[in-house]
């Protein structure tokens, strides 16, 4: 029986695999290593933007629980302004029959009166913080949008340099850079805003 020619495969793999490292080694560690930074952005892109989506919340939440206040504040106030037009009546009812009309009635329409001014000046700085919280809650949301963009820009940026990975591809690995330089100004520009 003949023999075999002998192939030296150890060889060939060598072979194959300095090939694959020249050809394709050094953008596979490029776009590895700039889908790690996108990949690191993002993370920190996502959790300011969770951050700043939550801290909103909380802020609109005490901007209602402010809004309840002023409302309770408006109705005493309103409580407040019908007693008095009673104590009022009262008292008109009493210069009507031409009769002195009892103290009592005066003291009543002045703390009524009181009331009502104290009564006002609450529900009027409830609503001055309500407008601060809610205002504040706004810009945070606005931020909470920027980084969102930014997000999203760095996920398709580091979902293209994975195409690029699996195709060997320079011109996707360059689409996928561009993306995530946009996805990082947005990024800074969230930041410094």
Same mark, same amino acid.
């Given at each position: 029986?003949?023999?075999?020619?002998?192939?030296?495969?150890?060889?060939?793999?060598?072979?194959?695999?300095?090939?694959?490292?020249?050809?394709?080694?050094?953008?596979?560690?490029?776009?590895?290593?700039?889908?790690?930074?996108?990949?690191?952005?993002?993370?920190?892109?996502?959790?300011?933007?969770?951050?700043?989506?939550?801290?909103?919340?909380?802020?609109?939440?005490?901007?209602?629980?402010?809004?309840?206040?002023?409302?309770?504040?408006?109705?005493?106030?309103?409580?407040?302004?019908? =007693? @008095?037009?009673?104590?009022?009546? &009262?008292?008109?009812?009493?210069?009507?029959?031409?009769?002195? $009309?009892? +103290?009592? *009635?005066?003291?009543?329409?002045?703390?009524?009166?009181?009331?009502?001014?104290?009564?006002?000046?609450?529900?009027?700085?409830?609503?001055?913080?309500?407008?601060?919280?809610?205002?504040?809650?706004?810009?945070?949301?606005?931020?909470?949008?920027?980084?969102?963009?930014?997000?999203?820009?760095?996920?398709?940026?580091?979902?293209?340099?994975?195409?690029?990975?699996?195709?060997?591809? =320079? @011109?996707?690995?360059?689409?996928? &850079?561009?993306?995530?330089?946009?996805?990082?100004?947005?990024? $800074?520009? +969230?930041? *410094?805003?």
């Amino acid at each position: 029986m003949p023999e075999t020619p002998e192939v030296d495969t150890d060889r060939l793999r060598e072979a194959i695999d300095s090939e694959i490292e020249h050809e394709g080694g050094t953008l596979l560690r490029t776009i590895a290593l700039t889908t790690a930074v996108l990949a690191a952005l993002a993370a920190v892109a996502a959790l300011k933007a969770g951050a700043d989506a939550n801290e909103a919340l909380i802020l609109k939440t005490e901007a209602a629980r402010l809004q309840n206040q002023a409302s309770d504040q408006w109705a005493y106030y309103q409580a407040k302004g019908l =007693k @008095a037009a009673i104590a009022e009546a &009262a008292k008109n009812s009493w210069t009507a029959l031409d009769k002195p $009309a009892p +103290a009592e *009635l005066s003291k009543q329409q002045e703390r009524y009166a009181d009331d009502q001014r104290s009564s006002k000046a609450l529900a009027e700085g409830f609503e001055k913080q309500r407008d601060e919280k809610s205002a504040e809650a706004d810009r945070l949301m606005h931020h909470h949008e920027s980084f969102a963009h930014s997000v999203a820009l760095l996920q398709v940026s580091i979902a293209l340099g994975a195409v690029a990975a699996l195709t060997r591809r =320079k @011109a996707v690995w360059f689409g996928s &850079a561009a993306l995530g330089l946009a996805g990082a100004g947005v990024l $800074a520009y +969230a930041f *410094l805003a």
